[in-house]
């Protein structure tokens, strides 16, 4: 289902960007430095037409196919370009906002970038119980203030008024540090579930990072 009718374009064949450790989230903002010669083609061809592309995890570095293709993630986050700057040589400096969840079929590799068809992952409908939504707030405004005592120069807010599923997202997008953790709850579909996961990993982290807690993998 497909509830963004202005990616329709995209969604055909959508260009894919693989990152190591690197999740976009809806609604999450994404500066990217692209110097590579096929993702800067990959970035003016989107440019000119609907300005938008996949953010997709590489999960194992290894190639997986002639062209040394690293295996990636199944779910990535799609973004469309808000502002790019273009450098010398072709470079560029984009900011991406994350637009929605898609589940990836990968294309026939066309030289110089992959490519896939995408589908729209649409969440079921349902309600963040205000419980929820009380120990994801308190959870994320306790390990944000966490973090801040130790680094003076990093902010998070959480947005006033957005929805219990978007605030969620953004938790994870700044405050999970695990890539792998970011992933998984990109890929959980249930703003429920999701928030709950949020709060566990958060919770986690404060432990592990806490004098005499164990260091993160």
């Given at each position: 289902m497909n509830t963004l009718p202005d990616l329709l374009e995209a969604l055909q064949a959508l260009p894919l960007f693989p990152l190591?450790?690197?999740v976009l989230f809806p609604g999450a903002l994404l500066p990217l430095h692209i110097f590579e010669p096929r993702y800067c083609a990959m970035v003016k061809g989107a440019l000119e037409a609907h300005r938008s592309?996949?953010?997709v995890m590489i999960v194992d570095e290894r190639p997986i196919d002639a062209f040394g293709h690293p295996e990636i993630a199944p779910v990535a986050g799609l973004g469309t370009i808000l502002d790019h700057a273009e450098l010398p040589g072709g470079r560029y400096n984009i900011l991406l906002k994350g637009r929605a969840r898609v589940r990836l079929s990968e294309l026939p590799f066309e030289p110089p970038y992959r490519r896939a068809a995408a589908d729209v992952l649409v969440p079921p409908d349902e309600e963040i119980t205000q419980s929820e939504l009380s120990a994801l707030v308190s959870t994320a405004t306790a390990f944000a203030q966490f973090v801040r005592e130790r680094d003076r120069e990093f902010e998070f807010r959480l947005p006033r008024d957005a929805?219990?599923?978007?605030?969620a997202d953004l938790c994870a997008h700044h405050l999970v540090l695990d890539a792998r953790e970011r992933q998984a709850?990109?890929?959980?579909?249930s703003p429920r579930a999701r928030a709950r996961r949020v709060v566990e990993a958060l919770a986690m982290q404060r432990h592990t990072l806490a004098p005499g807690g164990r260091e993160l993998n």
């Open positions: 190591p450790n690197t592309m996949a953010v929805k219990p599923a978007l605030l709850i990109l890929e959980t579909l």
